[in-house]
């Protein structure tokens, strides 16, 4: 039985962040430059170019070691202790950590539905120009 562990594998890293941050590959692929296809053959490299990285890393709004050190388990870990923090509401043996937000949450909404309406208009204009090309 081997000891050895696993390399990370960085693609499927970004897929799921990607995939977690409801991002489809065209959108990642045009924040970033290239192509949908690059981006699929990027999630699926086990390693992924530095440069490109940190282009990954800031348009999903996470840093290279979050995507690095991704596991599921991390992510169940997060939001299973955000439900635990926030079930408190404040109250507890005065070691408890009061978690403040530093935004506005509706203007959150805001912005993810701005985005999806953008996206739907860019969706009606390339069908728009398929048809037309018709």
Do not use: W
Not at 101 to 120: H, I
């Amino acid at each position: 039985m081997s000891t050895a562990t696993k390399p990370k594998h960085i693609g499927r890293n970004i897929s799921r962040i990607r995939e977690l941050r409801g991002m489809k590959q065209e959108a990642l692929a045009e924040a970033i430059g290239l192509s949908q296809q690059t981006v699929s053959s990027i999630e699926t490299s086990e390693t992924v170019d530095f440069e490109k990285l940190v282009q990954i890393a800031k348009v999903l709004g996470v840093t290279i070691e979050a995507i690095e050190n991704f596991t599921e388990e991390s992510v169940f870990n997060f939001f299973n202790n955000f439900y635990d923090n926030s079930a408190n509401n404040g109250q507890g043996n005065g070691n408890t950590n009061h978690n403040v937000c530093t935004f506005n949450p509706l203007d959150k909404v805001v912005e993810l539905y701005e985005r999806l309406v953008q996206s739907e208009k860019e969706k009606v204009e390339y069908l728009e120009n398929i048809i037309k090309g018709k």
